[in-house]
């Protein structure tokens, strides 16, 4: 079974910057594509980027693109969600996923296409 913890969450003031992390147990975390989602109090979970087994693909959601940076580090079974410039409306529980091993460098947005989940890191940004 595969199993995912993040941390990093926590209280911060508009402008500020967090770096999430997400260790994933396992041999085989290098073969797994990974992505970030975020929910808000009364609202769906939504995509915030993704990226590919080997790191050289990334998504991002337009909310979030060039603010925010994914970026992992097989060695550590570790994926990290740098997030700067943050804003209220960043205001979430971050949840980081994992699929199932894959071949290919395909990076996913669907909360779907994930298999594993961990339990999730709030962060909140105040104004």
């Known amino acids: 079974q595969v199993q995912l913890v993040e941390s990093g969450g926590a209280l911060v003031q508009a402008g500020g910057s967090l770096r999430l992390s997400c260790a994933v147990s396992g041999r085989t975390f290098s073969t797994y594509p990974m992505g970030w989602f975020r929910q808000a109090p009364g609202k769906e979970r939504e995509f915030v980027a993704a990226?590919?087994?080997?790191?050289?693909?990334?998504a991002y959601d337009d909310f979030v693109k060039g603010r925010f940076t994914i970026f992992r580090e097989n060695a550590k079974n570790t994926v990290y969600l740098q997030m700067n410039s943050l804003k209220p409306e960043d205001t979430a529980v971050y949840y980081c996923?994992?699929?199932?091993?894959?071949?290919?460098?395909?990076?996913?947005?669907?909360?779907?296409?994930?298999?594993?989940w961990g339990q999730g890191t709030r962060v909140t940004v105040s104004s």
């Open positions: 996923a994992a699929r199932s091993s894959t071949y290919s460098a395909t990076v996913y947005s669907s909360t779907r296409e994930y298999h594993y």
């Open positions: 990226i590919s087994r080997g790191g050289g693909s990334t």
